[in-house]
């Protein structure tokens, strides 16, 4: 009897865990698709499951939103590819760049609709808060020798962070228009201007 419970705790564990899945998944798919603000009934329908099943699932939205932001960060590591910084300041700028544009092309609807809700979201505040801290500390790491012998390192560390940024990409490739290529060629000669030592 006792390994019977055992074995419907478990199989009721496991429907909970995809129901869980299948409500993220929902989420994700919609935001990916354009609706940057989809409402719990549309994450249902997506999901496959009831409005009550995704409240009993979540109990609110900002806990919804941390598991989708779980997502977007599990989803922003794996395109990260690391960059060797024995290399050349050329080619350590020329690796992230590119990295850039992969991964802010990957988190651009996540980023398109946490400007609707960060004003009011905790969870989102937090992961924006925590997506500016990995690409600075990536940057700290890339071009340290750059940074280390520069005679105002922070200031230039926080100029690259702000070329680099997701608000720098979209003020590009939303608002004027211009594909991924021409953004991150704008992005690596902002980077090497800032990076390349001037003759004196």
Known sequence: MREFASRQTDGRARRSERTRAA????HVRLLRGGELRPSAKQIAEEAGVSVRTLWGTFGDMESL?????DYWFASDDALAEPIDIDQ???ERIAQ??????????NIAPAARAALLLEPVSPTLQSSR?????RVRQEIARVFAVEIDRSDDPDTLLDALA???SWNAWSLLHDDHGREAAACRAAMELTLRALLTPTAE
Do not use: N
């Open 23 to 26: 409500i993220v998944d929902a």
């Open 65 to 69: 939103f941390a598991e989708t932001v």
């Open 88 to 90: 050349s300041l050329d």
């Open 96 to 105: 992230f760049c590119k990295g850039r544009e992969r991964r802010l092309l």
């Open 129 to 133: 808060e925590g997506h500016i801290d």
């Open 162 to 164: 702000v070329a680099t």
